[in-house]
Nanobody, 125 residues
Framework: QVQLVESGGGSVQAGGSLRLSCTAS????????MGWFRQAPGKEREGIAAMLIASGYTAYADSVKGRFTISQDNAKKTVAMQMNSLKPEDSDVYYC??????????????????WGQGTQVTVYS
């Protein structure tokens, strides 16, 4: 079992920045890939960033590329996502997720095994 807890959400003006953190506990060392997703009401959960823990390899959705950065702190068992140049359309509930499979999960939500409870991000103009 892996438990994930997100933090760092909130409200920010367009053009501003937020930093989300995801703290893992339980059997977190078995996590091979960590990802960040977001979901608006009535829409599918969208993968926006993922990191292969062993190598640090990353992938981003086009909608956030160049603005968001995923990073890890193994000592603290956290994965963070720095979000810059935020836009109103970035307003969503953000989730972190963990995949235990050795195969690259990427931005495919169906390949993740554990999820956090989500944190709200609101960007106002």
């Amino acid at each position: 079992q892996v438990q994930l807890v997100e933090s760092g959400g909130g409200s920010v003006q367009a053009g501003g920045s937020l930093r989300l953190s995801c703290t893992a506990s339980g059997n977190s060392y078995s996590s091979k890939v960590m990802g960040w997703f977001r979901q608006a009401p009535g829409k599918e959960r969208e993968g926006i960033a993922a990191m292969l823990i062993a190598s640090g390899y990353t992938a981003y959705a086009d909608s956030v590329k160049g603005r968001f950065t995923i990073s890890q702190d193994n000592a603290k068992k956290t994965v963070a996502m720095q979000m810059n140049s935020l836009k109103p359309e970035d307003s969503d509930v953000y989730y972190c997720a963990a995949s235990l499979s050795p195969q690259w999960a990427g931005l495919d939500r169906n390949k993740y095994d554990y999820w956090g409870q989500g944190t709200q991000v609101t960007v106002y103009s």
